[in-house]
């Protein structure tokens, strides 16, 4: 391998190892032959090599660490001047000062963490501690279906004013306890994905409806334990009057009634059984109707909802109302039951909603209504691309 480094132009731009590149050739690497490149993608390595090569590569602007973090390599990133995106895949609960590692490369736009523990183990994000990345623009934690790891994250959100997309998509056991303080001080925050969270009272927090510059908001599998009077979405739900992309996949609809549903602490409606919700099956799940209030959505994802039948009274209540969507997304994949819970094998568990199909009347009444409209049973929604009355499938 070093051979053919040996070959490559030293005007190299971008560097991409793959998990079959040999152990030495981090060392190859360090000679300062590639000084000027800006991006740079490191599979599983040692430490002390990698150690030896960051600080070669002062034009860097993209890294990308692959398989473990080693606290030597974090300590070593805030000598790189011109990193904006840090991409890290932790393995093990990271080091008490990796936030302050973090916080020192000033200039950073974009951090994305992808927890894949090789053990069951919990981490931490403090945004408190990030307040100095004054440029930081999109945060990204993400950890896959079934991984053994919990996430905390704390306060500190709003101290990141030039954030403009957030996404949590792990299992998390709370918000950040400050935030109501998020639609003020968070003006620039644009995109928010929410997957796995669990939600205080089973519903989207009044305050994140007063964030205005909101275009996109996704609640993936977030168990939005609907009452009679709406489903999951609070009636503040109307001032997301710029809100153009919304998913609310998996989230357990059902419009439920009063006897499977008791007051918990607080005057807070729970259902009777837990953790999961048995539906009858015979309940007919309706479109959230506060979603008339978005007249600006084009894109509107509403998979996976177990007892979802479109009907002609959702059509004309609701999804009539969006002179703007011109994406409809109602497919049966990643189907749950109750409350929003992935069931193992796609299944539904006995006695829960079933998937349905719109009826004939709403299809017509849609195509009446919204003559542009695309209607999708099996992409989701982040295989298309673009948020605008010409959505189209994303490229493959």
Known sequence: MAAVLAQVSPKLQLLHLGAGAPPDLLGALATGRFAGLRALDLPACNGPAAASLLP??????????????????????GALPRLR????????????????????????????????????????LQPAALMRLTRLRSLLISSTPGTLCG???GPGLAGLPALQELQVDSRVDGLPSDLCALPCLLPALRELRLARCCLAGGTLPAPLCDIASLRRLDLLHCRLAS????????????????????????????????????????????PRTQPRLRLPAGLRVEVPRALCEARQLSVL?????????????????????????????????????????????????????????????????LGQALPLLQIDFDRKAHEYEGIGSQARPGAA
């Open 227 to 270: 009452g009679c009077v709406h489903a999951g979405l609070p009636p503040q739900f109307s001032r997301l009057t710029n809100l153009k992309h919304l998913s609310l996949e998996g989230c357990g609809l059902c419009v439920a009634p009063p006897s499977l549903w008791r007051r918990g602490k607080g005057g807070a409606a729970e």
């Open 85 to 124: 995106l840090l991409s890290l895949t932790v393995t093990a609960p990271l080091p008490a000062g990796y936030h302050a590692h973090l916080a020192a490369c000033r200039q950073l736009e974009e951090v994305h963490l992808y927890l894949a523990p090789m053990l069951p183990a919990r981490f931490e």
């Open 56 to 77: 070669t590569l002062s034009q860097l602007e993209e890294l990308t660490l692959r398989d473990g973090v080693f606290e030597g390599v974090l300590s070593l990133l």
């Open 301 to 365: 994802d509403l998979s996976g909802n177990l007892g979802l039948e479109v009907s002609l009274g959702d059509v004309q209540a609701t999804l009539a109302c969006l002179p703007r969507l011109a994406l409809l997304l109602l497919g049966k994949q990643a189907a749950c039951g109750g409350l929003g819970m992935p069931l193992a094998g796609g299944g539904a568990p006995a006695g829960a909603p079933e998937w349905r199909t719109p009826s004939v009347a709403a299809l017509v009444a």
């Open 151 to 153: 996430l905390t994250v």
